[in-house]
């Protein structure tokens, strides 16, 4: 059927073209025979899927890398393909073109206007970019993460980072009872909302406690300005965000 030296495609038209030119009756059993497949007593499921499978087995040989060499591929298995975003240097890049050397795979990967040239011995693994959630404050979720959730104030602790795609990712949190809950990650907040109880608890405060339990430096302003300023700020923002609600 083939000398070795021409692709899956040149064999399969070279087969489709004997089929054609073939003066009995057109059948299943004609193009099995000119795929080396004798039908024999199967059914023709079954000779269906031989000649596909023979099909496939042309392209993988066509498609099949020397001994020693393999396609780079991720940490799970999956081939690194063009466009795929990798991890480097700390940094994502998207990969655009891909080299495969005597000794070594290198990838050429690209972020902007900069390119630059990854490299890896056989069988090492490339890795993907780190998973980077936002909460609603604008700040990275990570694993262990103390977050609070639409505003509650009970804490809760990220357990799992579940998944991202089309800008949608959802974080699995467990609260204080071990329960625990999946929720989207941009009702979440690292921040302990406020209250009016929060606020009437902190009031009571001596000006150097008050500052820093808020974190602010109680040796660099003027302590009772200070806190009287952020306390009237911390009631403005709850009562324009009741206003709101």
């Not at 579940?162 to 979440?188: E, F, I, Q």
Request: charged share 30%; net charge negative.
């Amino acid at each position: 059927m083939t000398d070795g030296k021409q692709s899956a495609a040149e064999w399969l038209r070279g087969i489709i073209g004997e089929y054609e030119a073939e003066q009995s009756p057109a059948s299943c059993s004609l193009m099995a025979k000119l795929l080396g497949i004798e039908c024999g007593d199967t059914t023709c499921r079954e000779c269906t899927a031989e000649m596909m499978t023979a099909v496939a087995d042309h392209i993988d040989a066509e498609r099949a890398l020397p001994e020693g060499i393999e396609w780079p591929r991720f940490e799970d298995g999956e081939l690194v393909k063009i466009g795929d975003e990798v991890e480097f240097e700390g940094e994502t890049w998207k990969v655009r073109c891909a080299i495969l050397r005597g000794e070594c795979w290198a990838l050429n990967v690209e972020r902007g206007y900069d390119l630059v040239t990854g490299r890896g011995d056989y069988g090492e693994r490339v890795k993907r970019p780190k998973l980077r959630v936002l909460g609603a404050d604008g700040a990275p979720i990570e694993m262990g993460d103390t977050v609070y959730c639409d505003g509650e104030d009970e804490p809760l602790t990220v357990t799992c980072i579940n998944g991202v795609g089309g800008g949608y990712c959802s974080v699995t949190v467990k609260n204080t009872d071990l329960s625990h809950c999946t929720v989207d990650a941009p009702r979440l907040t690292h921040e302990r909302p406020d209250s009016w109880e929060r606020i009437e608890e902190d009031a009571k405060l001596a000006p150097r406690a008050y500052l820093e339990k808020r974190g602010m430096n109680p040796e660099k302003t003027e302590r009772v300005a200070s806190m009287m300023a952020d306390l009237v700020r911390r009631a403005k923002t709850l009562a324009k965000a009741g206003e709101q609600g």
